[in-house]
């Protein structure tokens, strides 16, 4: 027989005469001391399981001892900047030897299929009632849909669409007409340059 059991935060699997170090507890040697929030428990196959504890389960349990565990090296560096740190550390534990592991009255887990079990054979005579109702249920006609296909379309003749159109020049057609403005035709007042007469 075995459970899990958390005690300060973490959890531990415990049986009966195990000891067990666990975070340093506020309380003095020689003293039994009861952990109630069991998670699971183990009995002979049988697996109970708690949502999330188990209701009415203790473990019980006997400190032993107070005491700190093996130093630990804690060192930081920051390479090319000068920093580096080196400190230990060493936390304090509490030994606890577990006396016996209780399950005082019904769990959660059974009250729960009690419950389970009074929903199911509701369901069952519900069933059947639903099922007669939709045999009886007659098909409901639907309307016929209308494909586009088939749908009427009106046809526009050529001469109102380029009506309605408003007359836009393109960008080309803009530029050409830029370019016939800005060209300068010849002045036909002026006289023609005379040549110089050539030495004999």
Sequence with gaps: ?????????????????????????E???????EFNKVLLIEDDGKITIGEPTIINAVVEGKILEH???????????????G??????????????????INTKGPTKKAILKKEEIEVTEVKATVEPAKEKKAADKKPVARKPTIKMEEA????VSEKK???????????????ASEKKVTEKKPDAKKPAAKKAPKGK
């Excluded at 309380?27 to 001391?33: A, L, M, N, P, S």
């Design 152 to 155: 009427p379309l009106k046809k």
């Design 1 to 25: 027989m075995y459970a899990i059991v958390e005690i300060a935060g973490q959890q531990f699997k415990v049986e009966e005469g195990k000891k067990i170090f666990v975070h340093r507890l």
């Design 83 to 100: 920093y580096r740190i080196k400190n230990g550390h060493r936390q304090n534990f509490t030994q606890i030897e577990i006396i016996s």
């Design 67 to 81: 005491m700190r565990g093996d130093k630990v090296i804690v060192f930081k560096k920051k390479r090319k900047k």
């Design 27 to 33: 309380v003095e040697k020689e003293t039994q001391i």
């Design 161 to 175: 669409i380029a009506e309605k159109k408003p007359a836009v020049k393109t960008t080309v057609e803009k530029k």
